[in-house]
């Protein structure tokens, strides 16, 4: 699908005229637009049942790709939630991890807060991204966008309703390896998010909280219905073999992927034809190289050692 196409999709408009003022707008607000199937199109959020036609991106567009861990939860925060939000995320930054959030109040915007101290973060809107909502979130917003990156799956001018934030709760969860509800009420949206990972076959974790705290009945509900229950980045690192991968000795047998990168960056499609390995299998290998530090994502499309 090239961009014209899924524009007509997105702008549900036959008018060739809308396209192109789309496509001038993208230019001149420096938005990267990345349909369905191009080589910069996220490779786990492509595999979701219902992907987003088209992705406008404004920032860093090559994060996109990288190993990540959604962090959400409620609007109305407590002190301890926010806290726990802030500091979970940059730690898992500090050790490369993406954090992707909703740029909402509370949790959301503590993930990112924390995630900026000391790596990188992603913000999926439920807006058109050249609207700042909620408007208080502008610095941050800002901020991301020079970063991180802004994404959406919304033409431009397109204000928030309420059916498209738990819309665009199911890129949060395809764009990540893992979510973490931090606090969230029995109805919370940060559940759709949660019930929207396992559906996808991603990780569910939760923060334990208070018995007494109303935003934290679902996150203590999600523990005692199987999610992770996480004190620490350890837990959640752990869930994905990062600590023991990291920990252990590579050797030219466990590692061909350094072996073939060796002669020069590959394409994902380039490595897998050489190693004839499962997409799932290389996915999983390369987003431990890159956690541990010894491979990257290059703004080629193309992964290299570092």
């Known amino acids: 699908m090239n961009i014209e196409e899924a524009l007509f999709n997105v702008l549900k408009t036959s008018n060739a005229q809308e396209v192109e003022r789309e496509i001038q707008m993208a230019k001149k607000l420096g938005v990267t637009l990345i349909p369905f199937g191009d080589e910069r199109y996220p490779e786990f959020l492509s595999q979701i049942h219902d992907p987003p036609p088209l992705l406008y991106a404004k920032g860093r567009i090559d994060i996109l790709k990288n190993f990540s861990i959604a962090i959400v939860g409620s609007r109305k925060a407590t002190s301890y939630g926010k806290m726990v939000a802030m500091n979970l995320a940059r730690d898992l930054a500090q050790r490369s991890v993406t954090i992707v959030s909703g740029l909402a109040y ?3 915007s503590s993930a990112h807060l924390g995630a900026l101290k000391s790596g990188k973060t992603v913000a999926v809107l439920g807006n058109g991204v050249d609207v700042v909502y909620p408007s208080s979130n502008r610095q941050l917003f800002e901020e991301i966008s ?26 949060i969860a395809g764009l ?11 109805k919370s949206g940060s559940l759709i998010t949660a019930r929207l990972a396992l559906e996808e076959g991603r990780e569910v974790f939760a923060i334990p909280g208070e018995i007494f705290s109303k935003t934290s009945e679902g996150t203590n509900a999600l523990i005692k219905s199987g999610a992770k229950c996480v004190t620490s980045f350890e837990d959640v690192l752990d869930e994905f073999g990062y600590l023991s ?20 960056p590959k394409s994902f499609e380039e490595i897998r034809i050489s ?25 080629n499309g193309k992964y290299m050692l570092i």
């Open 106 to 108: 509370g949790i959301d």
């Open 146 to 171: 020079k970063k991180g990156c802004i994404v959406s799956e919304f033409p431009f001018g397109f204000k928030p309703q309420k059916w498209t934030f738990p819309k665009r709760n199911r890129i």
């Open 176 to 186: 990540s390896m893992g979510v973490v509800v931090v606090e969230a009420e029995k």
């Open 245 to 264: 991968f990291s920990s252990k000795p590579q050797t030219k047998d466990e590692d061909p992927i350094i072996d073939v990168l060796k002669d020069g």
């Open 275 to 299: 190693l004839k390995m499962p997409i799932s299998r290389l996915s999983e290998k390369l987003t431990l190289l890159e956690i541990d530090g010894k491979v990257m994502y290059n703004d």
